[in-house]
């Protein structure tokens, strides 16, 4: 049984306020006593508001129309997040990159000519204001802005709608 003062901090993590809203609270760090939790819980960062009035992007997120727009124009650099295998089942939007979320920190610390020739594309630019990560939806592509902040590149923005909303404007996606 979780004592009451952890049950309290899971409690100010992230509050519901009905069954379609949530609110995450950023920057969550407590320590805990308790033997089945790790003495230091992680830092959990506030990704978005959504609510039955619908969806409220946060400043480093680009909506479709945006999204539309600068890839008809040729301006985005989109970066895939998922892995391999996702790829492989459902294809990428075409003209994008792939590096999968959990290499994002080691690829963004590469030089530039070790980049290209892991990656076989050239690094993006650090203020590159159309550097976009995508996936299926907006938790992986979230994080990998996350991250890419953390390593210098602050203007990197995420498509929360993804693959999903990509494929659902009628938009093809191309087999790898």
């Known amino acids: 049984m979780l004592s009451r003062s952890l049950r309290r901090m899971c409690a100010l993590g992230a509050r519901s306020f ?5 609110i995450a609270v950023s920057q969550f760090s407590r320590t ?11 830092a ?14 946060m400043p480093d997120e680009v909506h479709y129309d945006e999204f ?6 040729g301006e985005l650099f989109i970066v895939d997040v998922r892995e391999k295998s996702e ?8 003209g994008s990159h792939h ?3 959990g290499q994002i920190p080691i690829a963004l610390n590469l030089s530039h000519e070790s980049f290209t020739e892991t990656y076989g594309f050239p690094l993006p630019s650090k203020h590159d204001p159309d550097l976009v990560f995508v996936a299926v939806g907006p ?9 890419a902040k953390k390593y210098g ?3 990197a923005r995420s498509f929360p709608g993804g693959i999903s909303e990509w494929k659902a404007k009628g938009n093809t996606l191309e087999k790898i």
Request: aromatic share 6%.
């Open 153 to 155: 590149f602050e203007k």
């Open 32 to 42: 805990t006593t308790h033997p089945m939790v790790p003495s230091r819980l992680p």
């Open 44 to 57: 959990v960062s506030a990704v978005r508001y959504r609510s039955d009035k619908g969806h409220h992007l």
């Open 99 to 101: 590096i999968p979320l």
């Open 139 to 147: 938790i992986k592509s979230s994080a990998a802005v996350a991250l």
């Open 87 to 94: 790829i492989r089942r459902s294809g990428m939007i075409p």
């Open 18 to 22: 009905s069954s379609s809203t949530r």
């Open 68 to 73: 539309e727009t600068l890839y008809n124009s």
